[in-house]
Nanobody, 125 residues
Framework: VQLVESGGGLVQAEGSLRLSCAAS????????MGWFRQAPGKEREFVAG??????????SYADSVRGRFTISRDDAENTLYLSMKSLKVEDTAVYYC?????????????????WGQGTQVTVSS
């Protein structure tokens, strides 16, 4: 599975951005999918993830983004999204799309086995 992120950029605080992650190579239907981020000088951290439940999925979020970010997926288009609003300067980071082919869930306690190359999000004050 190849993952390619897009949609990053420079935005002012309180603004919005929508990140996309296009998967190719094979369908990611059934995979746990999610977003991680890494700010300068910090470790990579979990942002949001999905868990398959029957024919739909649930979402989980880091406390720092809950209520402001929304993860969604379109398996027919093999695309994962992260809608971000009310952005803060501390949201500035490289955002990575990730997949767990071994699990229907991708959470903060798991290690993905596929990563995208990352897209920069910069929030200015």
């Amino acid at each position: 599975v190849q993952l390619v992120e897009s949609g990053g950029g420079l935005v002012q605080a309180e603004g919005s951005l929508r990140l996309s992650c296009a998967a190719s190579g094979r369908t990611f239907s059934g995979y746990g999918m999610g977003w991680f981020r890494q700010a300068p000088g910090k470790e990579r951290e979990f942002v949001a993830g999905t868990k398959w439940i029957g024919t739909t999925y649930s979402a989980s979020y880091a406390d720092s983004v809950r209520g402001r970010f929304t993860i969604s997926r379109d398996d027919a288009e093999n695309t994962l999204y992260l809608s971000m609003k009310s952005l803060k300067v501390e949201d500035t980071a490289v955002y990575y799309c990730a997949a767990a082919s071994y699990s229907a869930r991708l959470g903060a306690d798991q290690q993905p086995d596929y990563w995208g190359q990352g897209t920069q999000v910069t929030v200015s004050s």
